[in-house]
Each structure stands twice: as structure tokens, then as C-alpha cells.
């Protein structure tokens, strides 16, 4: 063996390959190869250190903080039951609120198209101004 001093045996009991790109666990700070640097593939103690994970409530999408030693599952349903601003009425809301105020149209679009020269409201079909009669202007439209 020319450089004997190259690469560390795996820290895990079972594998002690010997690496020569060994990796360092960033929270117990032992040496492991390729196949047990995950928390979970080498069971690692202090795991809890770095592997923090916060819920999210599925019904009101707002994180919860969980204290070490508490199961998420539980903290996650105690707001749910308490402390959650979730109103099932606010997922009913309206998308098309934009009514286009030509006289006659009932139509209602998602985004506001607002004409330049008059500032209305409109639907796709009367959103240029020949098309909604547009007074807005005194410069003359092209019927181009």
C-alpha cells in the first residue's frame, strides 16, 4: 500500500469499509461512507440537533412549533382543534368579481383589463375601445 494514511474506516459497527472520500456527520460528528451518512443509516443520536422539522396544519397552512419531546401528530391536532384560524366559507370564494361595465354584458373576468383611454373595466370581448363605445378620449381610435 503506497499512502496508508489515505481515507477512515466507516464509524458504523456493521461496515468499517474503508473510504478515502470519507463524509463527517454534521451533528455527531463521527466519520461515515457514502451508504451511512444519512441520520437514519447510522442511527445517529444527536440527530435531533440538525433534523428539525416543523409541521404545517392542512387546514390553514400556518406552521406549528413543537418543543422537543412532543409527537407533531398531537401538537398539529391540538391547534387544529384550538388555535386554527382556518374558515371553510374562504375557500368558496369568487374568482371572476371583475364585471365589465359595458351596458348589456354580464360577463366577469378573473384579472382586471382596464382600458387606457376611458380607465373602465371590461371583458375580453369589450376590452378594446371600439368595442366598448369608449368616450374616454379625445383623439380619434383606428378602426384597424
Not at 45 to 60: F, R, T
Request: one cysteine or more; hydrophobic letters at 25%.
Amino acid at each position: 500500500m503506497e499512502l496508508p494514511w489515505l481515507g477512515e474506516h466507516c464509524s458504523e459497527r456493521t461496515c468499517k469499509q474503508l473510504d478515502f472520500l470519507p463524509l463527517e456527520c454534521d451533528a455527531c460528528r463521527a466519520v461515515f461512507c457514502k451508504d451511512h451518512i444519512r441520520y437514519d443509516d447510522h442511527k445517529c443520536s444527536s440527530a435531533y440537533k440538525k433534523n428539525v422539522q416543523v409541521p404545517v396544519c392542512p387546514l390553514c397552512n400556518s406552521p406549528i412549533p413543537v418543543q422537543k419531546g412532543e409527537v407533531p401528530d398531537i401538537v398539529v391536532g391540538a391547534h387544529m382543534d384550538k388555535d386554527c384560524k382556518y374558515n371553510p366559507a374562504q375557500q368558496k370564494q369568487r374568482i371572476f368579481t371583475n364585471k365589465c361595465l359595458k351596458p348589456g354584458c354580464k360577463r366577469k373576468e378573473m384579472m382586471k383589463l382596464v382600458c387606457e383611454q376611458c380607465g373602465g373595466n371590461f371583458c375580453i370581448k369589450h376590452r378594446h375601445p371600439l368595442d366598448h363605445d369608449c368616450k374616454g378620449s379625445s383623439h380619434p381610435t383606428s378602426k384597424a
